[in-house]
């Protein structure tokens, strides 16, 4: 299991890797940490003409906080989000799902906007920026956009940035005062990929929800307050919406069921850290 | 800007093990491929190839890392550090590699270099480790020999004993 050939690009400045982004199309990818890209390209499910390293650019490798977001730049490694002191109090949900990302020896290299990039279904970055309404960076040389997460992840491995486009930033909105938050897991083993993840964030008068790993993309779901039984019947229509499928790992039965177990538990334990 | 041609071999400069270093790999060489075939540390392990198995883990800027998750290309001007380095001296094993042994924590040794790199990362920064964290930890590693028993056994024991030391330096 060897990459097949191709050329390497050390960028040196984003407009170099704009220059070449915008020259070559779909032959190029971008790089930054590698840990999702360099096994695609050993089992050649990936098979780029040219790969440009972004790793270099001091401008992509910033955390800063502005206008209530977390700015998220393309060069930041999950463990270096993990370990900004400021995560557990601007953004808990966050710094709650982060140590499901990978291991701890994937998450010293992998990004965070390239998780967002490779977009899988059951991805626990994904999932927290849709459950946060989140939004994503891109940039061409020429122009720069802003996409809601919710609009950019568009089906399994698949989102809305053009050929041409990079990832230049992630934002995560900051926790605002009020506001309950909880992230729970199910998966063969740490650091898999989740067969069912969920994401709740709870306010005195609504609860939204976010679930990963049934659906082909992260959905998340808003409500009322949700009292008594009204929860459960919420939990079980949106377990039903989500079309989940069987698979190798789980049968869409048993993610049904995790969809309204997992779901209860996080808007449960939400509630209870709003408290 | 520099563009590394697919059909040809390039200069990798870093640091390997405390020495400065620079051989060469064509972009789409794994680090794996580069330690062993290129520069014969045959150490770091090859499993599964694709980050699950935890055998090939080093050290890539004092942070526990895949080999085979990382292209050679990638560590120019970095610092990396493999098994080869962990004993102090040859002859002489490191309190995690002695611990290893008296609690019998490898019987077929495949995963035991990648194992001891992410725990000599971990011990460093967690000097007093709790078990369950641990064995969070270790699920970043595949055994098929031991059932983790001991290597976690072994892990306790190292991090008491590097305590010992730091106390009594």
Known sequence: ????????????????????????????????????????????????????????????????????????????????????????????????????????????????????????????????????????????????????????????????????????????????????????????????????????LVTPERVRLAVGGVADRPVAREWGALAGSALDDALNEFAYDLDARDDLHATARFRRDLVRQLGREVIMEARRCLA | MP??????????????????????????????????????????????????????TIHIDGQPARACLTLAVQVDGASVRTIEDLAPEPGRLSVLQAAFRRHHALQCGFCTPGMLMSLDAYLAANPEPDEAELRKYLSGHLCRCTGYVPIVAAALDAAKRLREDTANA
């Open chain 1, 1 to 200: 299991m060897k990459p097949p050939p191709f050329d390497y690009v050390r960028a040196a400045t984003l407009a170099e890797a704009h220059a070449v982004l915008a020259t070559e199309g779909t032959d190029a990818r971008i790089i930054a940490g590698g840990q999702t890209l360099v096994p695609m390209l050993s089992m050649r499910l990936a098979r780029p003409r040219v790969l440009i390293d972004i790793m270099r650019l001091p401008e992509l490798a910033t955390i800063e906080e502005s206008a209530g977001s977390i700015h998220v730049g393309a060069g930041v490694r999950q463990a270096e989000l993990l370990a900004w002191p400021d995560l557990a109090s601007r953004q808990p949900l966050l710094a709650a799902a982060l140590p499901w990302v990978g291991h701890a020896q994937t998450r010293s290299r992998g990004t965070v906007c390239g998780s967002v990039a490779h977009a899988d279904p059951s991805a626990e970055i994904p999932l927290v920026l849709v459950a946060l309404g989140g939004s994503i960076v891109l940039s061409t040389r020429r122009r720069q956009r802003t996409v809601a997460a919710e609009q950019f992840f568009i089906g399994s491995l698949s989102t809305d940035r053009r050929d041409e486009e990079l990832i230049a930033a992630v934002l995560f909105p900051c926790a605002p005062p009020e506001h309950g938050y909880a992230f729970r897991e199910f998966g063969r083993r740490h650091g898999d990929f989740a067969v069912t993840a969920c994401a709740a």
């Open chain 2, 3 to 56: 563009r590394l041609s697919a059909t040809s071999r390039h200069a990798v400069s870093f640091v390997l093990n405390g020495r400065s270093t620079t051989a060469d790999a064509e972009p789409r060489m794994l680090l794996t491929d580069f330690l062993r075939h290129v520069l014969g540390l045959t150490g770091t392990h090859v499993g599964c190839e694709h980050g699950v198995c935890g055998a090939c």
